[in-house]
């Protein structure tokens, strides 16, 4: 099975900063296999990026996702009040199903 | 617009059975599979599960392999989630989500666009 970890566990940053958030895969993914969630306490997941850099419809171009092989990067460019919340990164393992990261928490500073 | 709803809160004592529903529409059903997805309070996100609603198969959480069953009703576009011989740590909230398999350029492409609200599941002696 394959391992999502992310990091780092919480980020503390401020309005208007930028965010990098890592998610690293204990073997390699395939690219198309990756996609990032935002929760909001007492919300649903929601699906941010999916292919590991296509935006999800309506999703504001501040959000991007890159990345291949065992290391995949969500970046938030200039963060929106609205933007702190906890994000998870998930992958597809064939027969095995899916795996989430343990999430990272993006609070204010 | 696209959406899932699913039931009510419940309350379940040790060794019971909860069974969850998700009732979908804006899509059509048959197109998609289902995967369901469970949050224990304070915790991560966990994979239970998956069905096509196109031909009822499934794929199990190895975890949950035994006590687990999906199933669909196409008639009502619905899903269900049974999860049996329930135990204090599967207190949790239950979403369902639309399983999105897309085949594009060559690639296929998994992730979950749509999701329930969630059902809180309390497993209390």
């Known amino acids: 099975e394959i391992v999502l970890t992310q990091s780092p566990g919480t980020l503390s940053l401020s309005p208007g900063e930028r965010a990098t958030l890592s998610c690293r895969a204990s073997q390699s993914v395939s690219s198309s296999y990756l996609a990032w969630y935002q929760q909001k306490p007492g919300q649903a997941p929601r699906l941010l990026i999916y292919g590991a850099s296509s935006r999800a419809t309506g999703i504001p171009d501040r959000f991007s996702g890159s990345g291949s092989g065992t290391d995949f990067t969500l970046t938030i460019s200039r963060l929106e009040p609205e933007d702190f919340a906890v994000y998870y990164c998930q992958q597809y393992g064939s027969s095995l199903g899916y795996t989430f990261g343990q999430g990272t928490k993006l609070e204010i500073k | ?125």
């Open chain 2, 1 to 125: 617009q696209v959406q899932l709803v699913q039931s009510g809160a419940e309350v379940k004592k040790p060794g019971a059975s909860v069974k969850v529903s998700c009732k979908a529409s804006g899509y059509t059903f048959t197109s998609y599979g289902i995967s369901w997805v469970r949050q224990a309070p304070g915790q991560g996100l966990e994979w239970m599960g998956w069905i096509s609603a196109y031909n009822g198969n499934t794929n199990y959480a190895q975890k949950l392999q035994g006590r687990v069953t999906m199933t669909t009703d196409t008639s009502t576009s619905t899903a269900y989630m049974e999860l049996r011989s329930l135990r204090s740590d599967d207190t949790a909230v239950y979403y369902c989500a639309r399983d999105q398999r897309q085949l594009y350029a060559g690639y296929y492409y998994y992730y979950m666009d749509v999701w329930g609200k969630g059902t809180t599941v309390t497993v209390s002696s």
